[in-house]
């Protein structure tokens, strides 16, 4: 099974990938874990990515499907994965679609899920994150047992920067100019299966299990 979760940030697609990753017993592929690896790591594709990261330049669609790609192609994802923060925009989806071709793979599907903008910022507003651990709560979903101290380490939650209303607002105005056309992009393919970001975390997975289990169960009669 090979999924791609689509969603503006705020969405919930990172926590949905992660539930799905244990349901299927498939891996979570995060872009950013793989760029943050390969730059630590040195790796020749790493250090190129670095080069534009330092330079504040986007790093370029071939070397960030380089990048993918060499992860996807390594024997742990044979049993199949879902791709969080990838593909970004059409070029990247184009690129992704001949590689997969290239090595008799095809996607399973492509999870949308929809969140209004105003409920995303309100969302993203309430999030406080642990700065020593990385664990995230939020104030009214998933608040810590003693306010304002992460559950796990003890340490001081703060408000990310990126958190910030004004700052989500231009993140939602990236992700509507470049994601949001790989939505008409994958319905196009017959691909996309769209789902309420807004109801429960747990509803939201029910949801998208269901509608996998009909994907599987159709592609079992061809």
Do not use: W
């Not at 874990?33 to 330092?54: C, H, M």
């Not at 380490?153 to 607002?169: H, N």
């Amino acid at each position: 099974m090979i999924l791609i979760v689509l969603g503006a940030p705020g969405a919930g697609k990172g926590t949905q990938a992660l539930m799905l990753s244990e349901q299927y017993h498939i891996l979570h592929i995060s872009t950013g874990d793989i760029f943050r690896s390969n730059i630590k790591q040195g790796t020749p594709l790493g250090v190129k990515a670095k080069e534009y990261i330092d330079a504040g330049k986007l790093v370029p669609d071939d070397l960030t499907l380089s990048l993918i790609m060499d992860r996807l192609r390594q024997p742990d994802c044979a049993g199949g994965y879902i791709l969080d923060g990838f593909p970004r925009t059409i070029p990247q989806a184009l690129g992704l679609a001949e590689e997969l071709k290239a090595d008799g793979d095809e996607l399973t599907a492509v999870l949308d899920i929809e969140v209004p903008d105003e409920a995303i910022v309100a969302r993203m507003g309430g999030r406080r994150v642990c700065p020593v651990c990385g664990e995230s709560f939020h104030v009214v979903n998933r608040p810590p047992k003693k306010e304002g101290v992460c559950d796990h380490c003890g340490s001081a939650l703060i408000t990310r920067a990126d958190d910030a209303p004004e700052t989500v607002q231009k993140r939602l105005a990236v992700y509507h100019e470049q994601t949001q056309p790989l939505i008409a992009y994958y319905r196009e393919q017959g691909k996309l299966l769209s789902f309420d970001g807004t109801a429960s975390m747990q509803e939201v997975f029910e949801n998208i299990s269901e509608a996998l289990e009909r994907v599987n169960g159709s592609c079992d009669q061809k």
